[in-house]
Antibody, heavy 120, light 109 residues
């Protein structure tokens, strides 16, 4: 059974930093791209970042480029999102999602998410 | 940036057919994916690669593509289908491999 469990979401002040983690199980982690997707309260899905199965290719939404860094440790079956220079508009539930293939495409499994609140 | 355009809302009566559209320039060249999200739950993939249905998804869910528009069709809508539906695709250059539409709220009257 595929499981994705996010952690690391907390209340952080504007300008602060945070690292989210996503522990994966139930599939060959290195064979699939992974994405981070966020959803602000009452809003739609917003893709944040994606990484290829081997970790050699990374992609970012314009809204986070230069501030967020996606990475993965295939030996630990774990996906990360380093978030710097956080803004109020980054407040959202952040979910990791498993892709259908090695490169980013569509996502067939999603975690339940971790809440990041950026506020003073 | 790159955008996918969906109608904000669609309403149908039980047993009728719901059609939710998604439009963007690169859709003739890029696959589309559809997700269903109910309140408080994670999204569920209901259609992938324009027309394919994952195992476990009811046959009443189908997808189609024509030019710059893809369509999610739900035949014989049931009350349990009331949810938000999101399309997802990519831009033609590969800069944005994952882009979501704004979402469509399906209301079953």
């Amino acid at each position: 059974e595929v499981q994705l469990v996010e952690s690391g979401g907390v209340l952080v002040q504007p300008g602060g930093s945070l690292r989210l983690s996503c522990e994966a199980s139930g599939f060959t982690f290195s064979s699939y791209a992974m994405s981070w997707v966020r959803q602000a309260p009452g809003r739609g899905l917003e893709w944040v970042s994606a990484i290829s199965g081997g970790g050699g290719s990374t992609y970012y939404a314009d809204s986070v480029k230069g501030r967020f860094t996606i990475s993965r440790d295939n030996s630990k079956n774990t996906l990360y999102l380093q978030m710097n220079s956080l803004r109020a508009e980054d407040t959202a539930v952040y979910s990791c999602a498993k892709d259908l293939q090695l490169a980013p495409s569509g996502c067939d499994y999603w975690g339940q998410g971790t809440l990041v609140t950026v506020s003073s | 940036s790159y955008e996918l355009t969906q109608p904000p809302s669609v309403s149908v009566s039980p047993g009728q057919t719901a059609r939710i559209t998604c439009s963007a320039d690169a859709l003739p060249k890029q696959y589309a994916y559809w997700y269903q999200q109910k309140p408080g739950q994670a999204p569920v993939l209901v259609i992938y690669k324009d027309t394919e249905r994952p195992s476990g998804i009811p046959e009443r869910f189908s997808g189609s593509s024509s030019g710059t528009t893809v369509t999610l069709t739900i035949s014989g809508v049931q009350a349990e289908d009331e949810a938000d539906y999101y399309c997802q695709s990519a831009d033609s250059s590969g800069t944005y491999p994952v882009v979501f539409g704004g979402g469509t709220k399906l209301t079953v009257l």
